[in-house]
């Protein structure tokens, strides 16, 4: 089992910046690829951001491409998320989720972690 705690969420203006953490820990060594998703009240969750955990290679949707970097820490189990140039639309539920080899769909998340953006 893999457990993820993310934290950093919080409230900001719109313009403004966040940043991301979540630690995995239990047998995080089994983790191939780890990533962000964000569920806004009344829509269903969506992708934002991944990396893979051998190569480091990233890949982002487009909404959030240029504002937002995905990194990993490899020593401490950790991927952040910085959120640069924040938008009222990117008001959302965020969950760090964990995917294990030959895994097709993320198999382990976090609980979430509120990031609200005012106008």
């Known amino acids: 089992q893999v457990q993820l705690v993310e934290s950093g969420g919080g409230l900001v203006q719109a313009g403004g910046s966040l940043r991301l953490s979540c630690a995995g820990s239990g047998r995080s060594a089994a983790i191939a690829t780890m990533g962000w998703f964000r569920q806004a009240p009344g829509k269903e969750r969506e992708f934002v951001a991944s990396?893979?955990?051998?190569?480091?290679?990233?890949s982002y949707t487009d909404s959030v491409k240029g504002r937002f970097t995905i990194s990993r820490h490899n020593a401490k189990n950790t991927v952040s998320l910085q959120m640069n140039s924040l938008k009222p639309e990117d008001t959302a539920l965020y969950y760090c989720?964990?995917?294990?080899?030959?895994?097709?769909?993320?198999?382990?998340w976090g609980q979430g972690t509120q990031v609200t953006v005012s106008s």
């Open positions: 989720a964990a995917k294990t080899p030959f895994a097709i769909v993320y198999n382990y």
């Open positions: 990396i893979s955990w051998r190569d480091g290679s990233t």
